[in-house]
């Protein structure tokens, strides 16, 4: 491995200093890895930058333009791992291979990256070691918590007061920012006797004018900090928000909540709102068409720019279809000129040209046809903006059911949150969502697959 990774060194060419060069060893078993930017920690959203396709020894390399220290994500399918992007910077990784894969449950995984040759400058270098340092630290500590809290209390002053030393002419606000809201969330998290009170806690970290929706650990000790804050506010505050949810009114919620003393100001009450609209909304505690309302409001109304896109990201979520609701039988006959068949279930199959994973399904789909003809409708629907290619060609050999092109701009990717391939959607006959994100006709890691599913329905009707 070392004179591998000395031929990769050595093998790259001139680094343009106005770029980001991420060069890459990965032992993903994927043609493709796909890489993004989180510029707002808030809405976790993913902003797409590149594809990169690894070669048969699983290398690759991109450039990433980028003007301050960004938070990127390298993902395929199942899994993604993150770094902290420095402008005017070579990173040379590894993604390792994974061996859990057989517990794979449907969702994107974190996997932890490898970085090789990083410079000590670096922002990741420089927060991997803070955190290795205040994580032995604090294992050395631990200990004295419960039986010596004074001595505990002691050697963590002695912590922050070294960080302030050690840090103190850092001159990367990223940098500092991620330590002093690290040391929020770990050390001054405790609770113990002459820990730091909920006004230190305020005062020190929260009496900000503004609020930065790059920095991850802000706003991860903001969301820790105003967690289920209806219950910490007072009595006559907590009406004024229950008063505000009636009403759908989100500039009524943000008026009752700059009136609680720990709320600096009304970027902090747009924030805390936020929060607690998704709160609600995840509780059932508000109906959905509330939640839009507000999250509307906020999308639109709100003072800072990183709020705003939350929110508009958060209101696209709540826009999306969901189970036991109904597809426009007249967009899908009408606009895209789709012939349904009646008294048959439909499902409907999102399919990406090229993607090794759709052509590897086809077959499988082909035996599911066959296997429900007369009962399931299938309809496969891929993107404008991929080209069609000669092993497309192939795995569609034989196929009887339609296909289309579906728009970018049309309004089905959206409500079916169609982002990863294969995709499936399953209906009843009167096109009444059964299940949003369907399995498909291959075992999935539980050995599941669709036919489960459409036997029970069939069953019971």
Not at 7 to 18: D, E, H, N, R
Not at 96 to 116: A, G, M, S, V, W
Not at 385 to 393: L, R
Not at 399 to 405: D, P
């Amino acid at each position: 491995m070392q004179s591998f990774l000395f031929f990769l060194i050595v093998a790259l060419p001139g680094f343009c200093k106005a770029q980001v060069e991420i060069f890459g060893l990965s032992f993903w078993d994927s043609p493709k890895l796909e890489i993004y930017e989180l510029d707002n920690h808030l809405s976790k959203e993913k902003n797409f930058l590149a594809t990169v396709e690894p070669d048969s020894m699983g290398i690759f390399k991109t450039l990433i333009e980028l003007n301050e220290i960004s938070t990127l994500q390298i993902c395929d399918e199942q899994r993604c791992g993150f770094i902290y992007a420095q402008p005017k910077t070579r990173y040379l990784i590894e993604l390792p291979y994974d061996n859990n894969l057989e517990n794979y449950n449907e969702t994107q995984r974190e996997i932890e990256l490898f970085f090789y040759k990083l410079d000590s400058n670096d922002i990741n270098y420089q927060i991997l070691g803070f955190e290795a340092w205040m994580d032995n630290y604090l294992a050395d500590i631990y200990p004295l918590k419960d039986i010596k809290s004074n001595e505990f209390i002691i050697k963590i002053m002695e912590f922050k007061n070294e960080a302030a030393r050690v840090y103190e002419n850092i001159e990367n606000p990223f940098l500092l920012n991620y330590i002093k809201y690290s040391i929020g969330l770990t050390i001054d998290n405790f609770s113990i006797v002459g820990g730091p009170s909920k006004e230190d806690k305020y005062d020190f970290y929260l009496q900000n004018d503004t609020i930065d929706y790059s920095q991850p650990k802000l706003i991860e000790y903001a969301q820790q900090f105003y967690q289920a804050y209806e219950a910490q506010v007072n009595q006559l505050i907590g009406q004024e928000i229950n008063y505000a949810f009636a009403a759908s009114n989100a500039s009524q919620l943000i008026s009752a909540l700059m009136k609680d003393p720990y709320i600096y100001n009304q970027n902090w009450a747009e924030f805390v709102a936020l929060e607690l609209i998704l709160a609600y909304d995840q509780q059932n505690r508000i109906e959905k068409q509330q939640s839009i309302k507000m999250l509307e409001d906020l999308s639109f109304y709100g003072q800072q720019p990183g709020l705003r896109k939350a929110a508009a990201y958060f209101l696209k979520s709540k826009n999306k279809l969901s189970n036991g609701q109904y597809l426009q039988r007249g967009h899908l006959e009408k606009d895209l000129g789709l012939l349904l068949n009646q008294d048959e279930l439909l499902y409907l199959h999102h399919y990406v040209p090229g993607n090794q994973k759709c052509i590897n399904e086809m077959e499988a789909l082909k035996r599911f046809v066959a296997r429900y003809n007369g009962k399931v409708q299938v309809i496969s629907f891929f993107s404008d903006e991929i080209q069609w290619t000669n092993a497309d060609n192939k795995a569609f050999e034989a196929v009887t059911w339609q296909r289309t092109i579906l728009p970018k701009t049309d309004t089905l990717w959206e409500l079916l949150d169609w982002g990863a391939a294969p995709g499936y959607v399953l209906t009843d006959e009167n096109l009444k969502i059964l299940e949003l994100n369907a399995l498909g006709p291959l075992p999935n890691a539980r050995t599941q697959t669709i036919d489960l599913t459409i036997q029970q329905y069939l069953s019971n009707h």
